[in-house]
């Protein structure tokens, strides 16, 4: 099992540029989440989703939007990048609400 | 304002000394979980807790739930190397028990 599989692994955006983050898992996980990391501010939850067609906002969702078509998928898009996007990026999956997530290995995003 | 505040933010202790981290919140939450991160990787879960006052050990690391549910505790016995990393604590609110929300963190540094 692959696990959480995350791409790019590296990405840098002109500002104003769009991208999607790739995220796909293989433990057939209702629940996925994308979650940022900036220093000191631990992890903040971008959007969420318990399940196929079924997202939601978590802490931070301006200026990302998501969708889940299937459960194996949850892709991340930036409509228009901005510098205060600059982070590091993590998906994660896991069975149920009851259950601890299991993560990607991030992607770094630099927006310059 | 973090829902789950964490202390110390920095920690830096010899090997074979033990340390306390704190994880602190006004909140009620359903459970709680620990993960441990090292550079460059996401999160690994590392325990939940769910039962006010609960206690569980993975080896030389015991992890405590406090009796009304709004605080976790992790101590490390004679601390190694091995366990430098960042610790995070997480939970699920009561009323938004599908969101997970995370502390900012400890950073633990063991010199050998």
Redesign the interface.
Known sequence: NAGVTQTPKFQVLKTGQSMTLQCAQDMNHEYMSWYRQDPGMGLRLIHYSVGAGITDQGEVPNGYNVSRSTTEDFPLRLLSAAPSQTSVYFCASRPDRDYGYTFGSGTRLTVV | T?L?E?SP?FLSIQEGENLTVYCNSSSVFS?L?W?RQEP??????LV?VVTGGEVKKLKRLTFQFGDARKDSSLHITAAQPGDTGLY?C?G?RIQG?????????TRLTINP
């Open positions: 973090q789950l964490q933010q459970s979980q993960y460059g990787e996401g999160p690994v879960l939940t995070l997480a699920p028990a599908q969101k997970l929300v995370f502390g900012q963190g």
